[in-house]
């Protein structure tokens, strides 16, 4: 089911007034049935693999508890048995993430059989919250959960299960009982919500029009239209990811849950990894806590790092791990987007740009002072703004283009065969949008973007709006809602009034 | 310390949910409301009928009524077939002012319901109940969706649950009418069908439309169903309710005065042949039983799918040939024997009729068209010397053609009238000095008809307008009367002020008839008019005919032309031979023409107009 639709709205006014009308104790029941009956709306068969996942992840978790109490109790350390159950949980549900995910394609390489599985929603956002939960559990940062059906709620949380932000067990799960309850939750969970419904419904849906319609036929086009079509899937890209867990955040917070964050403003982001510090942050996290540092500090990159440290000179010998641990992880995070080789290409890109700013740095800073650079000044700082975002935005053709071929065609013929003239000849209004739309468009993007730079200054805007009047307040009710409805209403298909007279 | 909050959150949630019922409670209903896309609450604020028309006929047109009843007296019912009944020429007839109700589909218990409801409220003169053999097909159907439901006065249905439908139908309708109506134009589009006045479909694009030759006719995407009929068999099932509603609909009309006229719509001949003979028999003689009724089920027009828009509707001009055959006005032409008058009583039978042979009702008409006559010296592709176009002359002389005018081909189209053996229709266009002091002359000395396409504003002068430039001289209006009181020559018109020239005009430049690049729809329609109105005050009822400058035209053009009076065109290239077919105005459109230039040969010239 997704958040934008009637269904929701529905699910969510009867699941908060159970919520609130029930005792105190009874809060996670009702979570945990929502969230079953949200996530068997898309397909009673595919809730099998996210009760596979919990199910194998709840045992996991509690056999590493039971580890982790005698290696305490005993003072004997049961490392390899430990090793063995993460190692075959981890496996297990990998396996399941590939077969279902990433087979196909790669069959389709090796002429192998096709399993052509239906994705069940959300699989690898709540596949790698499981797995996180699981190596926590492991490190004994984290004592398992007893109740599965407790456990279960977190795995299939309703707000996070379908894209994320990826809890971590120990962040989300207490709250399921300890929430606060309050009226001034409620409020901001439905201002954060509405807020991100704005975003999708107004902004993200049409600029998705411009994107996809450059992208469907790009031989329509010429080059200047592709850097258009990849502004506008950015723009797309942006406010329906973000929205949608402004959403989810709004939604886990009328129920008293407090979310990780997911983003923090990238457009404001200085640099490639500061960018991926604001981007997708919990997927940043979890593969900085489960996948860098133990890579970092295992016994094959310490192999390297002591050859490097031996063979190359200076300071690029001592980042050298960690440059390829950076790569690793990058790598990863393309393959994380999807199973084709333009996000494989796409982890490359970044973990290229990555380590190579990891082994530039001290070229950098030493340029910087060469130069005479204020390393605070707004130059500096605007030059790094705008850098980022052209890496960025380039990265942005290769998730966006059908193949990986076709990425590279349309970056160059950006270039090459700009075919200016295509941007005054009206061509913008035969993708489906009005001036209107763009308009549409562009206001909302000036909004957002006003609405972040103060946020980045600082500013906490919702906090100032609650100590304006109720008039104020009150307009801030209604615009929204009265667009948001407009929206919900206007979505169904008109009868065509074209269609309705044929041979009369 | 935390400030003070000038609203509770417990506040805020309050006003939060109100505004949210409020909204989603009053929002789609208020907004139908205002839109009205079906005209159930009598579109207040748009008052577009023709778009409320063709979502839903069967309510919109009763709305439209309710606020406009003073301007008619007398209605047609039934099903879309009735379109073609030229409300014009029955108000003629009729001394009435009639508003055509018909809808889509053929349910006779719904034209009861209908015509109840206009009998009753209205008291009106007359009554044209158009049948078909469908109405027999299908009785009644029990249609309650947002397009097909009738108003509740006439359906009876519960005046609540109607409102209720349409106030809570999705509001997706009210935004599309929104959208088309900001984005309207001027041509008749799918969304807007009906014409608001007359209540009939609007047929201002189907009118204008050329046609002639019959291959070239089937050749078009929209009339591909006739060259591979689809077959079909339909029982009669209900000719005993159909023939039952028509007996109480004519006591009904006896009671409230109004006179009745029962009529049965033509039918295309292999749509006819869906119906067993027996069953046609079985429904004409049920409905002998209970009214007097003319039958124009089948007459040779049934054989010519050019007096068909699709498979079942015939066009106006049969519903013309109707009308005269019913208030026997013999200036309107129509293939005999077309319909019968069946008496109540009698016993009809399947009808019977035969085709016509196409050459008793089509002409083929060349058409020629020179420009500038020269006495002798250079000529070009418009420009011919005196010897040569004596030559022409001479030669269609030789060759039996008879040179006709565009009144001749009007009469054979619209009266019936007969044409020579070889008809050829002679054009100059542009109006120059040389037709009048050279060519005239000639066609004096044999008595050939022709026609000059004068352009409007260069008439008498030989610079051109407000630039001093010389340019080749035109007869004046002294000399273009001269020559239509010889009888034989027509000064029609080339567009008043439609020739502009690069360089001597501001730009952009106009092409022919066709819009400036920019220039406001409304802004375009308006000059077309007042252009093609000026020839009409220059040269009177012949600036009807038309030469398309540089043969720049389009189908709106030529919509804006027909609208503004004019009932024959030609253009400067297609197939010079021209079939024109009687009872179809519309073959005078678009005609071609055999261009001659200075070195076209007199053998040139009858070969290209002789095949």
Redesign the interface.
Known sequence: MSFFTLQFAALLAAALIFYYALPKKCGWVVLLAVSLAFYAWGGVKTIFYLLFTAGTTYASGLILGRFNRRDADEGKVRAARKKLTVAACVLLNFSVLFAVKYWDQAAGLFSLPRLSLVLPLGLSFYTFASIGYVIDCYRGKQSPEKNPLKYLLFVSFFPTVVQGPISRFGQLAPQFTAAER???N??RG?QTAMWGCLKKLIVANRAAVVADAVFANPENYGGAFYAIGVLFYCIQLYCDFSGGIDVARGVALTFGIDLTENFKRPIFAVSLADYWRRWHITLGTWMRDYVFYPLSFSRPMGAISRFARKHVKGKAGKVIPTAAATFVVYLLIGIWHGSSLKYIFFGLYNGAIMTASVLLAGVYSSTRNKLKINEKGAPLHFFRLVRTMAIVFVGRYFTRAPRLLAAFAMLGRTFTHPCLYQLTDGTALTFGLTAFDFAVIAAGVAVILAVEFFEERGAKILDAL?????LV??VF??IP??II??QA?????????????R?? | MK?R?????????V??FV??VL??AL??PV?NLAVD?YGAFGDRLFGWWS?DF??NPRLAKISYLKQNADKYDSFIVGS?GSSSIPVADLNEYLGANFFNCMF?GTETATFEQTANYLLTTYRPKNLVLNLSLMTAHTYSVDEKD??NSAHPDVSGESAFAFYLRYLFA????S???VK?RISDGYLQ?????FNQQTGA?DKSRRDAEPIGDLGDYLSRDAYAVFKDYPKANYSLYHVREAVEAVARIKAKAEQTGTRLFVLCQPTYKENLDYFSKDDQAAFFNALAEVTDYWDFTLTPASYDPRYFY????SRGVVGKMELAVMFGDDSVYRPEPFGRYVEQGSAPGAPECDPLPEEEYTATVPIICYHQIVKDGETNASTATEATFESHMKALSESGFTPVSIYDLKAYVENGADLPEKPVLITFDDGYLGNYEIAFPILKEYGFKATIFAIGVSVGKDTYKDTGKAITPHFTLEQAEEMKNSGLITVASHGYDVHEVEGLDAEPVREGMLARRGEKEADYVSFLTADAQKMFSLLGEDAGFVSYPSGKYDERARVILREAGVFATVTTSGDPMNKVVRGLPQSLYDMGRFVVGGDTTAEELISGIER
Not at chain 1, 489 to 501: E, L, P, Q, V
Not at chain 2, 189 to 193: D, F, N, Q
Not at chain 2, 310 to 313: C, I, L, Q, R
């Open positions: 309050s009226a001034d409620v409020k439905l609650d100590r304006k009047g109720a307040q009150f009710i209604l809602l009265a409805t407009a209403a206007f979505g169904g298909d008109a009868i065509d009034a074209s269609s309705i007279y041979q009369f | 400030e909050k000038k609203l509770s959150s417990a506040r805020w949630l006003i939060f505004t949210l909204l989603a929002f789609v907004f896309p778009y063709t979502l879309s889509y947002l397009t999705s509001p997706a309708d935004l599309a009418k088309y589009t799918p969304y807007k069908v479909y699709d498979s079942t509707h």
